[in-house]
Structures are given as C-alpha cells and as structure tokens.
C-alpha cells in the first residue's frame, strides 16, 4: 500500500552532482525508514542511504559519506538524496525503498520499492 516513484536521475561529469527524489504515496504514516539503495550492472543491490520518516536520523555507507546528503520533506511525502562530488564508480541504478519494521542495510529489510532511476558519471 506504499508506492515510491524516483526521479532526478541522468547523465553527469565526475565531480557534477545530481539531486534524487522518491515521491511516496499511499500508507506512509506506517513507514519507519526510507532507504537509496543502488545496483551497477552485473552486480548486487547496495544500501548507500537511509532515514527514518519521524526522527530525521540518517545513515550513510562508507563510500558516499561526505559526498552524499539523504534528506525528507514529511509534508510532500518526499525523500531526497543530494549527490555531489560524483565519481564513475557511482554510476547504478538507484533505487528508494521503504520498512515498516526497522532501518536495515540489506535490501531484503525493505518492503516497497520504486522502479529506480540511472545515474551515468562519466570519466
């Protein structure tokens, strides 16, 4: 009953920066956490980021911290993540995800997701 739609995705330079967003709908006060996980091709599904919907605590994987800003605005149902300093290993699919149990860093913690969005950065 928790439908998430990304968007902001595209192509970049390394160093560019891109804004995402997740639109969500439908039985968001059941939501714990909101999530960006990412998949390059031939890879596994990574968690990069989450936040919890009430208390605003945020969390980052190692590689994106002090590069990468997870961010929600509670009145618009809305979950963002601010990327900068882009590099080409950075470049996957991104997807949002939301729990209704407990902010998890594996994809099989999430029970919604959105269809993703590609993010390119070349170089």
């Known amino acids: 009953q928790v439908q998430l739609v990304e968007s902001g995705g595209g192509l970049v330079q390394a160093g560019g920066s891109l804004r995402l967003s997740c639109a969500a709908s439908g039985r968001t006060f059941s939501s714990y956490a909101l999530g960006w996980f990412r998949q390059a091709p031939g890879k596994e599904r990574n968690f990069v980021a989450a936040?919890?919907?009430?208390?605003?605590?945020?969390h980052y994987t190692d590689s994106v911290k002090g590069r990468f800003t997870i961010s929600r605005d509670n009145a618009k149902n809305t979950v963002y993540l601010q990327m900068n300093s882009l590099k080409p290993e950075d470049t996957a699919d991104y997807y949002c995800a939301a729990t209704f149990h407990a902010l998890g860093y594996s994809s099989a913690d999430y029970d919604y997701w959105g269809q993703g969005t590609q993010v390119t950065v070349s170089s």
């Open positions: 936040i919890t919907w009430n208390g605003g605590n945020t």
